[in-house]
């Protein structure tokens, strides 16, 4: 379902009763729409995200890893100055709205109490997370600065008063039905129903208001059916459904979903299953843009030169007919009058059939043979050199496919190792005279069903130290056959026939044939990999695999992420 109204009712009660009492221990502002306030309660510490992304807005506690800038952002520095050491009096929800206020209880720097409220507004394009002054509603300082000429209806700059959205002519399903029963009487059609549904009652999103509908076309009492229906958000049964053409998160059993479905916990366990492809792959896309650049002007740049050499060596398969000239003119040479533009002779390599051959009249008989060899010479010996060089351009097409295919899969802290990589590698210039040294990012840890360590890595840097570097002789080592992806390391010499299999599912869904059915994955022991002298990052060659198939899945994914 969408992170409508009724999902941020079940969020909010999720996240009241876990983090209620708290004190804010950290803040973050690792992307620009997002930050992470670390909350310990309970002798417990809680990274919860709150996010005004206009494509991924929520709120929730999230265990997806983060990289923080050297600098913090403004926004963060504010926070911390009225927010760290604060205690979290409570979270709530205005109306049924997708609005979370965060209130918080601290110290100013006078010592004096100073109530400040967080304001999350999930709102698409429209979201903003705002740092209020709970006893005057100023707004101390918010995520995104909208200047008054963008918009007319509130202040959304610093200094100005906090004031809610327009608020819409609709009900609070929680609070009261009204006009439930005319809706059912007037639309009997579900499609009707659910547009009515979602025009009358305030919080339904487009698939949960057909939900609704749907349940209502079942026998019994319509206002006890979705009494029964909203209180399911109150004791929510958080699953994960892949139906035939996506996958879906749910707070309970759905009737308009059908498919395979995977449980959790917690409403937030189940978005970081979700969300985690999702944001981070618009995360990396938001910070790879140079490093994307880059890439695709050499991945185009490289395929037009092979485009060229191999028009150059299409004309070179026609040198043995300037040969044939240069011989004919050779052979009929007391035949040939200077002054000539041109000359038909027998070609006796041909039974004899006629050829027109072109002159300079500029040169002598002998000096055009001699043009023609010369251009025969060239056209052979250009040969060998062309074919080196398209297999030298194809060699770099293949590496740039290889890192596309890393920023699919790659998280945002991938990145910087990627553009050291091309700095490295002369692709991209050096930004400062200053060397920053990039801080090694670590590959990422599964566990398999038996508890073996299987670690991936996600750019070449870390394949190589992975492969040639980190990983013992003896573990096996598998990779996608002929198909860009990641290097997969089973640390063990002798896995089982499912941990290998495991292994199997991670090298093909963390490749560019994620989306593939019955992938070929090579493995073979460590020991028999080589790096070739001067080949690129994470390059290797090797002998003696077994190949096997898989179908990537999703769920056995998250399973091996959640063993870990």
């Known amino acids: 379902m969408s992170f409508d109204g009724l999902f941020t009712h079940a969020m909010v009660n999720e996240l009241n009763e876990t983090l209620s ?7 973050h502002q690792p992307y620009t729409n997002e930050i992470f306030l670390v909350i310990r309660n309970n002798r417990k510490n809680y990274p919860v995200l709150l996010s005004a992304h206009p494509s991924f807005a929520r709120a929730q506690i999230s265990r997806i890893k983060y990289t923080n800038p050297q600098t913090a952002p403004n926004f963060a520095m504010m926070l911390r100055k009225h927010l760290e050491g604060s205690r ?7 109306e049924n709205d997708r609005i979370i206020r965060f209130v918080t209880s601290g110290r100013d720097e006078l010592g004096d109490e100073e109530q400040t409220t967080l304001i999350l507004e999930m709102m698409g394009r429209h979201s903003n997370l705002f740092l209020v002054n709970e006893t005057t509603q100023q707004i101390i300082d918010l995520i995104k600065h909208v200047p008054a000429d963008q918009n007319r209806v509130r202040t959304l700059m610093p200094g100005g008063t906090y004031v809610l959205p327009p608020k819409q002519d ?17 639309n009997p059609k579900v499609n009707d129903l659910a547009k009515e549904i979602q025009h009358h009652f305030q919080g339904f999103a487009r698939d949960s208001a057909h939900e609704l509908a749907t349940v209502l076309q079942e026998s019994g009492n319509a206002l006890t059916m979705v009494q029964e229906w909203l209180d399911k958000f109150n004791h929510p049964k958080p699953q994960l459904i892949t139906t035939e053409k996506s996958i879906a998160f749910i707070p309970f059993d759905w009737l308009t979903l059908t498919g395979n479905t995977v449980a959790f916990d917690t409403l937030s366990e189940m978005l970081d299953a979700y969300f985690s492809e999702k944001s981070e792959h618009d995360r990396v896309q938001q910070q790879a843009t140079i490093v994307l650049r880059t890439v695709r002007n050499e991945l ?18 026609h040198a043995d007919e300037f040969r044939i000239k240069g011989e004919l003119l050779t052979t009929y040479m007391s035949q040939i009058q200077r002054g000539t533009t041109e000359i038909t002779l027998p070609n006796y390599y041909d039974n004899n059939s006629m050829m027109a051959i072109p002159l300079s009249n500029q040169m002598g008989p002998s000096q055009n043979a001699q043009k023609y060899f010369t251009k025969y010479n060239k056209l052979k010996n250009s040969v060998k050199y ?26 945002p802290k991938d990145i910087a190792e990627i553009r050291e990589e091309l700095t490295q590698e002369g692709y991209l210039r050096v930004q400062s005279k200053k060397k920053q040294k990039t801080k090694v990012s670590q590959p990422e840890k599964f566990y398999a069903s038996d508890g073996t360590l299987i670690e991936v890595g996600k750019n070449n840097l870390q394949n190589e130290r992975l492969s040639m570097k980190t990983a013992n002789k003896s573990d096996i080592w598998l990779h996608t056959k002929d198909i860009p992806g990641s290097h997969v390391i089973i640390h063990s010499s002798e896995p089982s026939q499912d941990t290998l299999y495991e292994g199997a599912m991670l090298a093909a869904y963390f490749s560019k044939a994620r989306d593939s059915a019955n992938v070929p994955v090579d493995y073979l022991p460590v020991r028999r990999l080589r790096k070739p002298n001067g080949s690129k990052p994470g ?21 091996l992420r959640q063993n870990n």
């Open 170 to 186: 609709v009900v609070n399903p929680f609070k009261r039905l009204d006009g439930l029963a005319n809706l059912i009487l007037d």
């Open 300 to 317: 185009k740049k490289n395929k037009n030169k092979i485009k060229k050499q191999q028009a150059e060596l299409e004309n070179a398969d």
């Open 21 to 27: 009492g708290g004190r804010i221990m950290k803040i």
């Open 539 to 559: 390059f290797v060659i090797f002998e003696g695999q077994t190949t096997i198939a898989v179908t990537p899945d999703s769920r056995i994914i998250q399973k």
């Open 88 to 94: 979290l009096i409570r979270v709530e929800q205005v």
């Open 386 to 411: 062309l074919n080196s060089q398209i297999d030298l351009a194809q060699k770099e097409v293949d590496y740039f496919k290889t890192l596309i295919a890393q920023i699919d899969i790659a998280s």
